[in-house]
């Protein structure tokens, strides 16, 4: 049974950098061709893909995001890490991370945790 | 940027009619490989995201076949025929051919 689940802070405050943990079971993160990627959603808003590592450990970022983001990995915890410095008011959101498939469909989801900047 | 859109952007829905909703993506969808990286996913309130299709038309486990896709190159649908309560929520598609990217969502409701 593959599951992905979020942790990390509830509330940060404005220019602190956040750090989430995605703890993966079910499947490895060295299978080939899989991934774990990294979607934020503001309250009543679409989703926004932020992030993404491969199995290869190559990784890539959201064109507008990617001077103020880093993704990780820990393959001995099964754990996914996201970075993202500077934190603004407007990064409040839910922050899922997803299993991403061979065919680069986010397949799994995790429940999300909710990020709260304000100080 | 690729930009994703969709339409209408709201939906309310008689059970046991059809519903169809549109994406379009600003570039084109198929790859070199011959896949086209188009995703279509369903957000019930209070839940995740859940994936429905993957490639278009490829539906994901689970997913009843009351649900289809089509579309080809930067046009794309979705189809829910007979729909029932449990289908209620916002649909999103997402396009997987450079970096991902989520259209507005449509949000789908009974009447």
């Known amino acids: 049974q593959v599951t992905l689940k979020e942790s990390g802070p509830v509330l940060v405050k404005p220019t602190e950098t956040l750090t989430l943990t995605c703890t993966v079971s079910g499947f490895s993160l060295r299978s080939a061709r899989m991934g774990v990627s990294w979607i934020r959603q503001p309250p009543g808003k679409a989703p926004e893909w932020l992030a993404h590592i491969f199995s290869n450990d190559e990784k890539s970022y959201s064109t507008s995001l990617k001077s103020r983001l880093s993704i990780s990995r820990d393959t001995s915890k099964s754990q996914v890490v996201l970075h993202m410095t500077n934190m603004n008011p407007v990064d409040t959101a839910t922050y899922y991370c997803?299993?991403?498939?061979?065919?680069?469909?986010?397949?799994?989801w995790g429940q999300g945790t909710l990020v709260t900047v304000s100080s | 940027d690729i930009v994703m859109t969709q339409a209408p952007l709201s939906l309310s829905v008689t059970p046991g009619q059809s519903a169809s909703i549109s994406c379009k993506s600003s570039q084109s969808l198929l790859h070199s490989d011959g896949r086209t990286y188009l995703y279509w996913y369903l957000q019930k309130p209070g839940q995740s995201p859940q994936l429905l299709f993957y490639?278009?038309?490829s539906r994901f486990s689970g997913v009843p076949d009351r649900f289809s896709g089509s579309g080809s190159g930067t046009d794309f649908t979705l189809k829910i025929s007979r729909v029932e309560a449990e289908d209620v929520g916002v649909y999103y598609c997402m396009q997987g051919i450079h970096l991902f990217s989520f259209g507005p969502g449509t949000k789908v409701d009974i009447k």
């Open positions: 490639e278009i038309s």
């Open positions: 997803a299993r991403v498939s061979s065919t680069l469909a986010f397949d799994y």
